[in-house]
């Protein structure tokens, strides 16, 4: 669903003391080809202005976020390591906590972003999953941190959320991206890449289906969102396949403080 502060909100089954939203483009204060809720400073856009996106952002968190520098790795930012590292933004492209209000972060432009949450809410992840990370692992190694802060998670007690990202019907890859899959012998290639008759040697790759099989292969069985398409939803969401020079909205979730 989409509110009046211009964000949506996961359509998942979990915990009232998980709060999660995605931020769109809309209602910010970037100019062209940023415009409007640009929250990306490493995207060409004005840093003053970003930052001031952010401070619009922030006022609908109960803390600043902890920034990631996405590098389309596989490194998951824990507590831990945080507390080892100092302040941020902390090279990773993953993060997961088990402290009320601090706020995960992901930003994308086409790239998917999955939000996870444990049954009792008391443990949380944020992944950027590019077919880079996907294929990488990045969403095993965010289920694996989460249970180690919860002694006795299983993953069935684990809720997923895919958030917006380049459609099935956008996607075009190459023969490396099929083969960064295959060579993991992962079963549902044949359905998440169909080849383009046209175009010998390239394929339409459905990432939605990829990071699907990977979860329910790690026993995660509450898999929800997944419906989106930056590319084709302009209004709403910013792509790089589609623009190339743009900015980058913000996947946030976190724990509230019981009352």
């Given at each position: ?22 931020s769109t483009r809309q209602g910010g204060l970037s100019k ?77 432009a086409d790239c998917m972003p999955v939000l996870f949450a ?91 289906l990829l990071a699907r099989d990977r979860l329910l292969l ?42």
């Amino acid at each position: 669903m989409i509110n009046a502060l211009n964000k949506i909100e996961p359509s998942w089954a979990v915990s009232q003391q998980i709060q999660a939203f995605c931020s769109t483009r809309q209602g910010g204060l970037s100019k062209a080809p940023f415009n409007s809720l640009n929250l990306g400073l490493n995207a060409g856009d004005d840093s003053v202005v970003v930052l001031q996106n952010r401070k619009i952002l922030r006022s609908a968190l109960p803390s600043e976020p902890l920034w990631l520098k996405q590098v389309h790795g596989a490194t998951v930012s824990t507590p831990t390591s945080r507390n080892a590292l100092g302040n941020g933004p902390y090279e990773a492209d993953a993060s997961v906590t088990n402290i009320p209000n601090e706020v995960l972060a992901i930003l994308t432009a086409d790239c998917m972003p999955v939000l996870f949450a444990s049954r009792s809410g008391d443990v949380i992840g944020a992944a950027h999953a590019g077919w880079r990370g996907l294929s990488s692992g990045i969403l095993e190694k965010t289920i694996d941190e989460m249970i180690v802060l919860s002694p006795g998670l299983t993953r069935s007690d684990i809720s997923a959320w895919m958030g917006p990202a380049i459609g099935s019907s956008a996607f075009e890859v190459g023969e490396d991206v099929l083969q960064a899959f295959s060579q993991q012998g992962q079963g549902i290639l044949s359905k998440a890449f169909i080849p383009i008759i046209e175009t010998p040697g390239k394929y339409l790759a459905d990432l939605y289906l990829l990071a699907r099989d990977r979860l329910l292969l790690m026993g995660i069985e509450q898999i929800d969102g997944g419906e989106f398409c930056t590319v084709h939803d302009s209004e709403r969401f910013f792509s790089y396949r589609r623009d190339k020079v743009t900015g980058r909205f913000a996947s946030v979730i976190w724990i509230s403080e019981r009352a």
